[in-house]
């Protein structure tokens, strides 16, 4: 399938939202590694209390002991945890709808004669899109889920390495795992969320715009294309019929092309009246007159 301009335009817009997402989840990642190093230096501090040659050595007691307080601490720390990656999320989320909006029209208004219609977006409008529920649950609900699963995957495995006499550096690892499983899973979530977040976004775009009268499905970014997604590949729909849309699955990067008959990028052009000439060529100049802050 040969790639247009338009197409191309379209997909960067997404290439800097992954990009974007890169950065922002540093915090997320960084509290994961905190929680690790916090549950893990408890645990160190058990064998170091209670280990004979590397090996535990607890009553009932002691050990009914340690795993209710290990369970306290791991539910704060699912709290602190899910609060972060809530917080983080929301604000990538949140920016990502109006980046994607936002460069959405000003690709496809440079390249037309006529002015396109769009709204300028308001809290409400961008809040109502971020939090919609995406096969049954909202993203919130998904990140309180994973630390649950976290807190209890934790506490079954760190019981099991005690009572089966596991070694500090084995009961290390298991802890790594599941960290490492949970942060992933975090992850993961954000990227899905990404795509049906631009995906929305740009869709809008398309149903408020005359211009665009057809959508087309485009596989290029995902690194691996599943069956699904490569049979629909460079299939297109009218935007107002009941068509798919990306995501169909967890981390889908597939977008939804606007097929614009007659798109060419023009420099400049005159503003209607009195007003300055818009460079058309500039997303700061473009934004600038449209009142878009």
């Known amino acids: 399938m040969t790639m247009n301009d338009l197409q191309k335009e379209i997909l960067n817009i ?64 699912a709290q602190e945890l899910g609060n972060i990656d809530l917080e983080h999320t929301t604000k990538i989320l949140n920016e990502i709808y109006k980046q994607s909006y936002y460069q959405t029209a000003f690709v496809i208004d440079k390249g037309v004669s006529t002015t396109i219609n769009f709204s300028l977006l308001t809290p409400k409008m961008v809040e109502a899109a971020v939090n919609a529920k995406f096969e049954g649950a909202t993203f919130s609900n998904r990140i309180w889920k994973n630390k649950e699963l976290l807190i209890n995957s934790l506490h079954k495995q760190i019981e099991n390495g005690i009572i089966q006499g596991h070694s500090v550096d084995k009961m290390a690892k298991v802890i790594k795992n599941q960290f490492g499983s949970s942060a992933y899973q975090s992850k993961r979530l954000i990227n899905t969320e990404l795509t049906r977040v631009v995906t929305a976004a740009q869709n809008q775009i398309y149903l408020d715009s005359d211009v665009v009268q057809k959508v087309m499905w485009d596989a290029t970014l995902d690194n691996k294309v599943c069956d699904d997604c490569a049979a629909l590949d460079g299939k297109s729909w009218d935007k107002n019929e009941n068509h798919p849309a990306p995501p169909l699955h967890p981390e889908d990067r597939c977008c939804l092309i606007p097929i614009v008959s007659g798109w060419s990028p023009t420099k400049k052009r005159e503003n209607q009246g009195d007003k300055p000439i818009i460079d058309y060529s500039s997303y700061d100049s473009w934004s600038k007159s449209k009142g878009i802050k």
Not at 30 to 46: F, G, P, W
């Open 14 to 77: 997404r290439k800097l939202a992954d990009k974007q997402v890169e950065k922002d989840i540093k915090p997320i990642i960084q509290a994961y590694k905190k929680a690790l190093n916090d549950v893990r230096t408890e645990i160190a501090q058990l064998y170091v209390k209670y280990a004979v040659d590397g090996i535990l050595k607890l009553s009932k007691q002691q050990r009914y002991t340690f795993l209710k307080n290990l369970e306290k601490q791991l539910k704060d720390q």
